[in-house]
């Protein structure tokens, strides 16, 4: 049974594509400008109906000031390994 090159591509997208969707459903975008902040950066948080995210760049924009500011961590943020026990310079491993 062989599958043809254009059903392989057409499967490649439909994956490609619910990939980028469940990548950028966890992030936030600027209420203003529609950019997502890197890494690093501070995002400023405005209240509203809905709590609001405006990236470092359109924060000179606006009037009030923000309740709050954060810092945009890495996607990987508090999942680091720790050590949980030491082995003495003499036990063998």
Not at 44 to 52: A, I, N, Q, T, V
Not at 53 to 78: I, Q, Y
């Amino acid at each position: 049974m062989a599958i043809s090159l254009p059903e392989i591509d057409g499967f490649e997208r439909v994956l490609l594509r619910r990939g980028v969707g469940a990548l950028e459903a966890d992030r936030a975008r600027c209420a203003d400008c529609g950019r997502t902040p890197l890494t690093g950066e501070h995002v400023h948080l405005y209240d509203g109906r809905k709590r609001r995210v405006v990236c470092e760049l359109c924060r000179p924009l606006r009037r009030e000031p923000p309740v709050a500011t954060e810092l945009v961590r890495h996607c990987e943020h508090g999942h680091t390994v720790r050590l949980t026990a030491r082995l003495t310079s003499g036990a063998a491993c």
